[in-house]
């Protein structure tokens, strides 16, 4: 497995991608409605370019043989969708195609975020997960991840409760 960063040239696989990991992950509790929306609003060509010239943002794919099989969004500074954590890194997507669950490549992503937390010299990592992704929680719990606020996250019309959850790293943060 490797991890390369995204680069504008690669915005129609991030788009593919993208769409892909998020539909699989949320349309079996989301309404249709609801899901076209949030991908037409926030996986669009020209919203995921404006995020790709982003200087404080940044995306990485997860490739296996030579395949797109999931991907990392990082934030810092005015970037991030919060700014409740001081001197902190957002990981504000981690997304992994459904066929590859348990293989360990939401933790390799994860690992991408933490070293580049670490090479910036930032102090927090943080994210919001729904709180019905009962999966992704346990993951970020595994990995020292403490719950620390919530906010509302805007599916369509749907309005659902993101749990907010950080993690303070140290100079060895590499797990």
Known sequence: MEIIKVKLKDLEKLREIGIQTFTETFSSENSEENMTEY?????SAEKLRIELNDKNSEFYFAKHNGKV????????GESQTERKVKNALE?????????YYGKKVGQFLYNKALELALEKNLENVWL???EQNLRAIRFY?????????KHIFKLGNDEQTDIMMKRKLNKKANN
């Open 39 to 43: 991908l037409q609003n926030n996986l």
């Open 69 to 76: 099989i999931g991907y990392l969004k990082v934030n810092i």
């Open 91 to 99: 990981i504000e997507r981690i997304y992994v195609i459904k066929e």
């Open 128 to 130: 919001g997960v729904w």
């Open 141 to 149: 719990e595994k990995n020292g991840f403490i719950v620390f606020d």
